[in-house]
């Protein structure tokens, strides 16, 4: 009898065999949902919420964040999984299967009697070997060379979105990346804005070197179009303001009130008299010339009616980080008081214009110089559609970024997996009593990745497998491909995997294998959440 069962008759336990076989089949349950995904010939998943929402994706990333996992162990993998995302943007699907996979290589070994610490062992020095090999088959590259971000970008794009769509935003992506680049500085992928519109088709995305903000003007007679524009931005209260405490005014008479609202909208207006003798000045001869005030705070109607008379369009209540990206976009610095503007604290764009669509309004700001900040607009016909293309983007750019800062890729298409597992074999022999068990069901679990491309692709995994090892024993660096089930050399071809996500993956999947495989008692005897707090009756 349990020890557990003695101090908790109501507690659930499962004894070390019962428990072991427990996480196998969840790690291998968890990774029979994703593992048709993996790759570019992956399937897809439809998601439906509970109120009829629909969702596809083949992004492991966004099902393990959108499924209901129930099972321990499989939400321990999920959670490991996601962190993976959380990092480095990728890997989710392959940490997953590479998990399970890694279990189920020890099966035989467990059956027969064999420790699973001296599995455990074995993992921790496979995981070393790994890394460190890992640093000898990656390739040092000018990684700011444009064609190389973009089969970069292609390589992670493709995963995720049809052939077609992911060319298409291959180059959006990568060029999106370079316009924020400052130098050696870090890549801050805020600075890039993803708009969606739902209207036309997917095809119509495109880059918006500038900025696109899902506001319009507040007044019918500003102007819907401005070029050559001076850009102010702001974070005024051009409106009445309540007070922050929470505080009453009693009045004598109605004219005492009066006095009072006519005093807090004279400061106003006198505020906006000052926006408007800054344009006058920055125009100069030029009186049609655009003038553009956006402004983080609320403009009131007195004040809108001002700028529409003064041929100036407002925008109010932009977001924040719109903001930050807006003098990133069109130079100028943000303002914080009316108080001495001169013209210096102006950006500058060569087109902005208003697009309505349906209810809503867009305004785009374009033709800046020098651009630090833009927007990716992605178009689609329906919602679902839309939400695959804004998840796979996010993914492209950390691609991008990925590469950018770590200076070194990795040969794709498999080829590093069918690499490492013929280094492990060799590194086998050089390890002396039983943990060489360990390093070669790490050794075969990596294989993984290859036979689930073969499997996705139509082709037989073990025969495909073969002809990949064959190639590489001959001194060739090869990959799968997809097309014919043929080996081809990925460097030729463009196929690169991201160095950060590879080693991320070679450090965390064996530590979470180790850990499942040490678990010798499962037990649900948590206590009660209810208020007294004891022991579940």
């Not at 072991?20 to 048709?36: D, F, H, P, T």
């Not at 292609?154 to 130098?183: F, M, N, P, S």
């Not at 929470?246 to 009066?258: C, K, V």
């Not at 160095?499 to 530590?511: D, G, T």
Request: charged share 25%.
């Amino acid at each position: 009898m349990s020890a557990l069962k003695m101090l908790n008759p109501n507690s659930e336990t499962s004894r070390q065999g019962q428990a072991l076989m427990m996480n196998i089949s969840a790690s291998r349950g968890i990774a029979e949902v994703l593992k048709s995904n993996l790759g570019p010939k992956g399937t897809m998943k439809m998601l439906v919420s509970g109120a009829g929402d629909i969702k596809l994706t083949k992004d492991g990333n966004v099902l393990l964040h959108e499924m209901q996992i129930q099972h321990p162990t499989a939400s321990l993998i999920a959670r490991t999984a996601t962190a993976q995302d959380d990092m480095t943007g990728d890997g989710t699907t392959t940490m997953v299967i590479q998990i399970a996979e890694m279990l189920r290589q020890t099966e035989r070994y467990l059956g027969e009697g064999l420790h699973p610490r001296v599995i455990a062992e074995g993992f921790d020095l496979a995981k070393s070997h790994a890394l460190k090999f890992l640093e000898q088959f990656k390739v040092k590259k000018d990684t700011t060379d444009r064609t190389l971000l973009i089969d970069v970008a292609r390589a992670a794009l493709r995963t995720k979105l049809h052939q077609e769509l992911a060319d298409q935003l291959t180059e959006i992506v990568v060029d999106a990346v370079l316009t924020i680049r400052r130098g050696n500085e870090p890549v801050d992928l805020f600075m890039v804005e993803i708009m969606t519109m739902q209207h036309r088709t997917e095809s119509d995305m495109r880059l918006v070197k500038g900025l696109v903000l899902d506001h319009g003007g507040r007044h019918p007679d500003m102007p819907k179009k401005a070029t050559n524009a001076f850009v102010l931005s702001c974070n005024v209260s051009l409106e009445y303001e309540k007070t922050e405490d929470n505080s009453g005014f009693y009045y004598s008479s109605h004219e005492e009130r009066q006095k009072m609202v006519d005093a807090e909208h004279q400061m106003v207006a006198e505020r906006c008299r000052k926006i408007l003798q800054l344009a006058a000045e920055a125009r100069g001869e030029d009186k049609n010339r655009g003038f553009i005030v956006i402004n983080q705070k609320g403009i009131d109607p007195i004040c809108l009616d001002m700028m529409a008379k003064a041929n100036i369009l407002g925008l109010r209540r932009a977001k924040r980080r719109n903001m930050e990206r807006l003098t990133l976009a069109c130079g100028g610095t943000a303002v914080n008081s009316v108080e001495g503007l001169t013209t210096d604290v102006l950006g500058h764009a060569d087109e902005v214009h208003e697009h309505v669509l349906g209810e809503e309004k867009y305004t785009f700001v374009e033709g800046v110089k020098n651009p630090f900040s833009c927007t990716i607009l992605i178009k689609g016909p329906n919602k679902h559609t839309i939400e695959q293309i804004k998840d796979a983007v996010r993914d492209g750019l950390r691609a991008v970024k990925n590469t950018l800062e770590d200076g070194y890729v990795v040969p794709g298409a498999g080829a590093f997996q069918v690499a490492l597992h013929q280094e492990l074999m060799r590194f086998k022999e050089t390890v002396t009593g039983r943990p060489k068990l360990g390093v070669e069901a790490y050794a075969n679990g990596v294989l993984i990745v290859p036979k689930t491309l073969a499997a996705n692709s139509g082709f037989d995994p073990i025969e495909t497998l073969i002809k990949l090892q064959d190639e590489h024993k001959q001194g060739h660096v090869v990959g799968l491909d997809l097309a014919t089930g043929e080996v081809l050399d990925p460097q030729d071809e463009g196929i690169w995997d991201q160095y950060r996500v590879l080693k991320q993956i070679l450090q965390s999947a064996p530590v979470v294998a180790s850990q499942l495989l040490l678990v010798d008692e499962v037990m649900k005897a948590g206590k009660s959440m209810s208020r007294g707090g004891g022991p579940e009756q």
